[in-house]
């Protein structure tokens, strides 16, 4: 029996790498509203870390949509599976089973060394790695200590992304042709100050945003699945496409080669094996995109490796249970009327509401 938690804001507790952080609102109140989302992958008697008032909507979220999962701890607990590891994520974890005045299953989650271990899996220098093994010719992003380097690279390579080491949905990036000079460096500086580090990426004239999805277990990781989802320029999250893999593949090919595109994958399930596959367990995804470049389009196969469950593993979870017809679009809206067509996966808490939109 596993113990889930839906942690979106775990990239930001990651990056200050402390055991009590406390979200920005808008993240705390996603947390609040998406409390119940890991019953679209639970299974038969998995519990939820949810507030005991969402027992009633977790019951009709079952009848309606054929969901496992229920709120609340229990002592038959096996494993313990938040949307992604931190100090903060053992901290919850930790609390609930206080409160159960039941402490027999601490020994279950990992230790402070081991969650070290996979913050630092997760920092973005990770795709300077994954990218090295590939070995397909594309520059590399550089990992910068200082503000100097940020802007030699921004003056060398005009309209480079900079990014935090650790962050999530698009949120930490941004663009340097964006910003004057003297802007830029305050910015590089803010992000070294808190996080040690900056990345530093050429910047591409992206076409298409997609991901390979990944399991991790026994030391081995294998393919799971693609995913499309769609971002702002920039790189900030907004939706994915729910619909069968081979919808998915088929829209892929009208950008890319599929082989080659397989042939990557094999690639990165031996490169991930032997970059998480001894000190990771769970879900992980390499986010790529398409870009134009001398009037061709390229593959870019490692934007970023996210350490954790995504929202494209979630995609394909919904698709399972639903095998919807056709192309839809998950997203988070946010006090924003229920259009036609539209289904709510969750029931909408503070405004925020998941939905399932169909796509013409």
């Known amino acids: 029996m ?24 808008h993240a705390a109140a996603l947390h609040r509203a998406g409390s119940l989302f890991p019953m679209w992958w639970a ?55 206080q409160q159960s005045d039941n402490t027999r299953h601490e020994e279950l989650l990992p230790t402070d060394s081991k969650i070290e271990r996979l ?35 921004e003056r060398e390579y005009p309209g480079c992304f900079i990014k935090s080491p650790w962050s999530s949905s698009g949120r930490g990036v941004f663009n340097a042709s ?12 803010g992000i070294i100050n808190r996080q ?37 320029q920039r790189g900030m999250y907004t939706g994915n496409i729910v619909s069968s893999q081979d919808i998915i593949a088929e829209i892929l090919s009208k950008h890319l080669n599929i082989d080659n595109l397989h042939l990557i994958i094999l690639k990165l399930e031996k490169i991930l094996t032997d970059l998480i596959g001894k000190d990771y367990t769970g879900w992980a995804g390499v986010d790529m995109m398409t ?18 469950m995504t929202m494209g593993v979630a995609a394909m979870k919904i698709y399972e249970k639903l095998t919807p017809n056709g192309i839809h679009i998950l997203n988070w809206e946010h006090n924003t009327p229920i259009g036609k067509g539209e289904i709510e996966l969750l029931p909408p808490i503070e405004g925020f509401s998941l939905r399932l939109k169909p796509q013409p």
């Open 119 to 153: 913050r630092e899996l997760s920092h973005r220098r990770s795709s300077i790695k994954i990218l090295s093994e590939l070995d397909m010719g594309i520059a590399l992003p550089v990992e910068a200590t200082d503000a100097d380097t940020v802007i030699t690279l």
């Open 196 to 232: 040690g580090s900056v990345m530093v990426e050429r910047g591409l004239n992206k076409s298409m945003d997609f991901a390979t999805l990944f399991h991790s277990s026994d030391g081995r990781v294998t393919f799971q699945g693609l995913s499309l989802f769609t971002a702002l």
């Open 178 to 189: 964006s910003l004057d000079e003297q802007t830029l460096r305050k910015r590089a500086e």
């Open 2 to 25: 596993r113990f889930h938690l839906f942690n979106p804001e775990n990239d930001l507790a990651l990056g200050l790498g402390c055991r009590n952080y406390t979200p920005p609102p």
């Open 291 to 308: 870009h134009i470049f001398d009037g061709k389009e390229m593959i870019m196969p490692c934007v970023e490796l996210n350490l954790r």
């Open 43 to 97: 299974e038969e008697g998995d519990r939820i870390l949810a507030p005991e008032s969402l027992k009633e909507s977790a019951t009709l979220l079952r009848e309606k949509f054929g969901l496992n999962g229920e709120p609340g701890y229990s002592v038959e607990v096996t494993e313990f599976q938040p949307w992604g590891w931190s100090l903060d994520a053992k901290r919850q974890f930790l609390t609930a089973i």
